[in-house]
């Protein structure tokens, strides 16, 4: 009997063990369900990709059967991915790489797998936009900035890039000035203290143009740096491009306030101490339309140079119609080599304030003012040496002074031809140096040499006849320069031994238009 009752307690006892370990498997489900249940997958919020442009998409996973693998899939676009929890991590990021490739609704769906098989899923929604290229500056550059290749930016007004701040911009961008008179002229001005960084190429070079223009960059890119719709004699369609800096001037008043900028605005002061300043490199840029008025005889040049010093680089330029000057110097040290200007309406080259550089290697095609005005200092002298002006190609095509000196004016000049020639209906010269030549001659330590010619062989009369010129370098140059040999005639450019390598401009809109080669340059 007290085995039986033993047997029968014992029974009980592992009975009542038996529910009690099946109550608690029924309060957590079978066994091992905990790590069982499929993986979370959080995608991120939705976000809006322009065309070509890649973005990170982070993707929250929890897996409480431990990560094993993800896989990815998309729309419109492509996806990778780039980084992924650990396997038999429980939790994580999985981060995807994805770049869109058409415009539209785009998605990246993802996919992952944890340590069971257990898989989950979740789509990340995108708006895949087409890559914005045209950009509306409106306010002073203030921070480094780049404009990029490809695109273009319209000025709304007058920007400066202020001091402290760097402006890049590509090459093969395109920079288009709004057009505006006054107070409202478009102009981009680089302040003493911000730079510029301005390097195009010959394959790609920068266009700063009016709105008017509609030259895009891909044009630029495919090698055609010419207008489609303007002529490459219209002028004053917006303002143009100033560099100011901390290099010295002379002036009567210093710092000055430059040409064609409001002297209300403090960023266009220029002048210094610092003879070696720094205001960036530009190189292979083309200019075009502008010298738009601000005011009674106060337009914006191409390209002003206020206070510029001789860290700065400025090479490979283009001038095409503008209004005022094609380049013009305010006292600094800067030197500038292989510049083209065509169709300016006024000086082709201006020096004042006792501009301490060179210019080496130019060609001037048909200028309306002068050639060369050459201004002197305008202040107390600053000991400066004076400029050189050497290796200069000038076809005049129109009246107006070859050379403009004043009796003060610090320049040596030397290695210049001058061809077309101008000839009034009556058969007389129509350009000729200007009447301060005398006085300039008498100066100490400068001087003009080693002048060439072509002379016209035909004029148009009044009666639009063309009739046989007769005239001699005595027309057009002082006599002093020819009893030194310091100008002499040469028949034709073929003879020419002075003048600008005419093949370092290729790039150029004039060379591609086929006007140096109509004027026999190439």
């Given at each position: 009997m ?7 307690h ?7 063990l038996a529910?009690?370990?099946s109550?608690?498997d029924d309060d957590?489900g079978p ?6 249940a499929?993986p979370?997958?959080t995608a991120p919020?939705?976000?809006?990709v322009e065309?070509g ?7 929250g ?19 990778s991915?780039?980084?992924?929890p650990?396997t038999?991590?429980t939790?994580?990021d999985?981060v995807?790489d994805f770049?869109a490739?058409?415009?539209g609704?785009g998605s990246?769906?993802l996919?992952?797998?944890d340590?069971?098989?257990n898989?989950?899923e979740a ?8 890559e914005q290229k ?17 695109k273009?930016?319209i000025l ?6 202020e001091?402290?701040a760097?402006?890049?911009?590509e ?5 288009k ?11 981009l001005?680089?302040a003493?203290?911000g ?8 394959d790609?070079?920068i266009?700063?143009t009016?709105?008017?223009?509609e ?6 890119a ?19 491009v100033?560099i100011l800096?901390n290099?010295?001037i002379?002036a009567?008043?210093?710092p000055a ?5 409001p ?8 002048g ?8 960036g ?7 075009r339309?502008?010298?738009?008025n ?5 337009e ?8 510029v010093?001789?860290?700065t680089?400025?090479e490979n330029?283009?001038?095409?119609a503008n209004?005022d000057d094609?380049?013009?110097w ?8 292989n510049?083209?200007?065509?169709n ?5 080259l201006d ?7 060179t210019?080496s290697n130019?060609v ?16 107390s ?8 002006m050497q290796?200069?190609?000038v076809y005049?095509g129109?009246p107006?002074e ?21 000839v009034?209906t009556?058969?007389?010269a129509a350009?000729s ?7 300039y ?5 400068f001087a003009i040499?080693?002048?060439e ?17 007769n005239l001699?370098?005595?027309d057009?140059?002082?006599?002093s ?6 100008v002499?005639e040469?028949s034709?450019?073929?003879s020419a031994?002075?003048?600008?390598d005419v093949?370092v401009?290729g ?9 140096l080669?109509?004027l026999?340059l190439?």
């Amino acid at each position: 009997m007290k085995i039986k009752s033993l047997l029968t307690h014992t029974a009980s006892f592992l009975l009542v063990l038996a529910l009690f370990v099946s109550c608690d498997d029924d309060d957590n489900g079978p066994t091992g369900t905990e790590n069982n249940a499929p993986p979370s997958v959080t995608a991120p919020g939705s976000q809006t990709v322009e065309i070509g442009q890649s973005v990170e998409l982070s993707f929250g996973v929890t897996a409480d059967g431990g990560y094993s693998s993800s896989e990815v899939s998309a729309t419109n676009g492509d996806a990778s991915i780039s980084s992924e929890p650990e396997t038999g991590a429980t939790s994580g990021d999985v981060v995807v790489d994805f770049t869109a490739n058409t415009a539209g609704a785009g998605s990246v769906e993802l996919t992952v797998t944890d340590g069971n098989g257990n898989s989950e899923e979740a789509t990340a929604v995108l708006t895949l936009v087409e890559e914005q290229k045209t950009f509306t500056i409106t306010d002073n550059i203030t921070t480094d900035t780049t404009w990029e290749t490809g695109k273009i930016y319209i000025l709304a007004g007058r920007i400066a890039v202020e001091s402290g701040a760097t402006l890049t911009i590509e090459g093969g961008a395109v920079v288009k000035g709004e057009a505006g008179t006054g107070a409202n002229s478009t102009a981009l001005l680089v302040a003493r203290g911000g730079t510029l960084n301005a390097n195009g190429t010959a394959d790609a070079p920068i266009i700063f143009t009016s709105v008017a223009d509609e030259i895009t960059p891909e044009m630029v890119a495919n090698g055609n740096f010419q207008s489609p719709n303007l002529d490459p004699d219209v002028q004053g369609l917006w303002g143009g491009v100033l560099i100011l800096g901390n290099a010295p001037i002379s002036a009567s008043e210093e710092p000055a306030s430059i040409e064609g900028i409001p002297s209300t605005d403090e960023n266009g002061l220029y002048g210094g101490d610092d003879p070696a300043d720094n205001s960036g490199s530009i190189t292979y840029i083309s200019i075009r339309h502008g010298g738009t008025n601000i005011g009674e005889g106060n337009e914006i040049n191409g390209l002003s140079m206020g206070g510029v010093g001789t860290g700065t680089t400025i090479e490979n330029v283009e001038i095409v119609a503008n209004q005022d000057d094609g380049l013009e110097w305010f006292g600094g040290t800067v030197n500038v080599s292989n510049v083209l200007v065509w169709n300016n309406g006024d000086d082709a080259l201006d020096t004042d304030q006792a501009w301490d550089g060179t210019i080496s290697n130019a060609v001037l095609v048909n200028p309306a003012g002068s050639g060369l005005e050459l201004d002197g200092p305008e202040g107390s002298d600053t000991s400066q040496d004076g400029h050189l002006m050497q290796n200069i190609t000038v076809y005049k095509g129109q009246p107006g002074e070859l050379i403009d000196v004043d009796d003060n004016t610090d320049v040596n000049i030397s290695d210049v031809l001058f061809f077309g020639l101008p000839v009034n209906t009556d058969g007389s010269a129509a350009s000729s140096f200007s009447s301060d030549y005398p006085d300039y001659a008498a100066q100490s330590g400068f001087a003009i040499t080693n002048l060439e010619a072509v002379l016209p062989s035909t004029y148009t009369d009044a009666d639009g006849n063309e009739q046989q010129a007769n005239l001699s370098l005595s027309d057009y140059f002082p006599q002093s320069l020819i009893d030194n040999n310091e100008v002499t005639e040469v028949s034709d450019l073929g003879s020419a031994t002075v003048g600008a390598d005419v093949s370092v401009f290729g790039w150029t809109w004039a060379s591609q238009s086929g006007a140096l080669s109509q004027l026999g340059l190439e």
